[in-house]
């Protein structure tokens, strides 16, 4: 067992001052950021030797599936279950993620994310009143380019390293973009598929992004947003161009309202 | 109807960095190379878009209205993104970063060009020639402020290209994202070698008719 340092960014309440406490725990070979923050709960006493609250932090899986204890960890935003002592530079300094609103310590609010995923519709539409059938087959090469999409786990990862994902700008992050084209790509999900490029194609959508690219490099699923954001710059344009030049779909008006 | 016009803003505000203002720099580049032919050549050529009846139209409907909506809106675009260069160090991240600092240079560069080289001249009624403008460029100054700003409003422009066929959804995969890089690189090398060249020929011109 060896000591390493970590220096914690730490605030008590979302309108209290942050401050930086420094913590030196022991560390079991093979050990995560998880354990060391387990250790400080055992035994929260500062590198100072003064008594202390315990760190705050937020996780469920402690197997990289949940994305709950997304973090900031030296410097960059990622997995505090995935992320190994043993791989890390020293001192190991925490911090919250800063592009959601925290709650404590190194715990944080994502909703955000999902309130932006209800906007693009991100399900697959199969209420009735009565039993619709099994659902369409799909192609396996569209089930391989779904399956790595679907690994999103909305960890927040990519919407903290994105230059326009900060509180002067409304851009809903690249996490929603995967999510159209999961849906899109799937039979029935593409029922609504105007409404999600329209959903896009609107306020904080697909125009906000400015192709810095970052997503990708920190996405922990490794999902080819870089990729996923340009196929639906086209879609969205074309879309654009032809809901123009076409003019409204006239009918009876059975559509949902999108 | 604000959601509509947010995507179209953008969008046009993409289009107009290649549409007309991209394909102006390449034409105003291609008229100002006419210097390597010597001045009355270049007299000749500056003077193309003089002696054309449509040219205040062209300048203010093809020039003037699409660079200020370029620039005005691009200083808002810059204004909201939060720079994290030194946090997530990647290449792209940092050409992201260049895109906008260029972006500020190009600003101050191009209206103060345009100011001293077109404006000004509306008031004193000075003649745009080689002899005016290669007095000008004499300055050691002006010179340098040249040659910084030339270089920014290239790179601006070659990486735009690059980040434009991605915004129209053009260039998807990686591949073919790489390839354009490596032509907007070779873009940016050229017309920087024969910018700069230009220019020193210009800044030396006095000193030679004398
Ligand atoms: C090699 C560097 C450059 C040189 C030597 C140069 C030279 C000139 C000259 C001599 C004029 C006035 C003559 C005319 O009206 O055609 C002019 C005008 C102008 N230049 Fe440049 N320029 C350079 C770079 C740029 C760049 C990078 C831009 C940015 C797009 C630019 C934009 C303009 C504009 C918009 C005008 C006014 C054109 C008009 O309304 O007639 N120039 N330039
Ligand atoms: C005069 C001041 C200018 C400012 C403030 C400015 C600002 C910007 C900004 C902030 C971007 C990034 C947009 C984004 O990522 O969404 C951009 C893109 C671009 N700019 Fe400019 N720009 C200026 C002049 C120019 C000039 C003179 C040209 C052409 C010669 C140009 C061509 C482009 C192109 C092609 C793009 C790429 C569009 C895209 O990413 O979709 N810009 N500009
Ligand atoms: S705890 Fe679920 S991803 Fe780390």
């Known amino acids: ?258 | 109807m604000s959601q509509k016009y947010h995507y179209l803003a953008r969008r046009l505000h993409s289009f107009t960095g290649i549409f007309p203002v991209g394909i102006f720099l390449c034409v105003h580049l291609c008229i100002n190379s006419f210097i390597f032919k010597g001045p009355e050549a270049y007299d000749w050529a500056i003077g193309l878009l003089e002696r054309s009846p449509l040219t205040p139209y062209i300048e203010v409907g093809l020039i003037g209205i699409p660079i200020l909506y370029h620039a005005l809106y691009g200083v808002w675009v810059t204004y909201i993104s939060k720079t994290n260069i030194f946090q997530y160090k990647y290449f792209r991240n940092w050409m992201f970063y260049l895109q906008r600092f260029t972006a500020i240079v190009t600003f101050l560069f191009v209206f103060w060009h345009i100011y001293v080289l077109r404006i000004a001249r509306i008031f004193t009624g000075t003649e745009m020639d080689f002899a005016t403008i290669a007095a000008w460029l004499s300055d050691p100054t002006i010179y340098i402020i040249y040659i910084i700003g030339y270089l920014a409003a290239v790179f601006h422009f070659c990486n735009g290209i690059w980040s434009f066929l991605i915004s129209w959804g053009i260039t998807i995969g990686s591949e073919a994202q790489n390839f354009v890089m490596c032509v907007c690189t070779l873009i940016f090398i050229a017309l920087g070698v024969v910018g700069i060249a230009g220019l020193t020929l210009l800044s030396k011109a006095v000193v030679l008719i004398r």
């Open chain 1, 1 to 258: 067992m060896s000591d390493v340092i970590l220096k914690i960014k730490r605030q008590d309440g979302p309108n209290s001052r942050p401050y930086w406490e420094e913590f030196k725990v022991p560390v079991a070979p093979k050990a995560n950021v998880i354990s060391l923050l387990l250790e400080i709960q055992r035994n929260p006493v500062n590198l100072q030797g003064k008594p202390t609250t315990p760190v705050i932090w937020d996780c469920n899986c402690l197997e990289e599936v949940c994305g709950a204890c997304s973090m900031v960890i030296n410097g960059v935003a990622r997995q505090a279950c995935a992320a190994l002592v043993d791989t890390l530079s020293k001192p190991i300094v925490l911090q919250p993620l800063s592009k959601f609103p925290l709650v404590r310590d190194l715990m944080v609010d994502r909703q955000k994310m999902f309130e932006n995923l209800k906007k693009i519709k991100a399900w697959v539409p199969i209420d009735g009143t009565y039993y619709m059938g099994p659902g369409p087959k799909v192609a396996p090469s569209v089930q391989d380019e779904r399956y790595l999409i679907s690994c999103c786990m909305t960890c927040g990862c990519c919407m903290e390293a994105c230059p326009y994902v900060n509180p002067k700008s409304n851009y809903m992050g690249p996490t929603c973009m995967a999510q159209v084209k999961l849906f899109n790509a799937h039979p029935t999900g593409a029922m609504y598929k105007d409404e999600r490029l329209d959903a896009i194609a609107g306020d904080g959508g697909i125009a906000d992004c400015g192709n810095a690219q970052n997503c990708e490099r920190v996405c922990p699923k490794e999902i080819p947003l870089v990729s996923i954001i340009a196929e639906l710059n086209r879609e969205t344009a074309f879309r654009g161009f032809n809901r123009w030049l076409k003019g409204k779909p006239k009918g009876p008006g059975l559509a949902a309202p999108g």
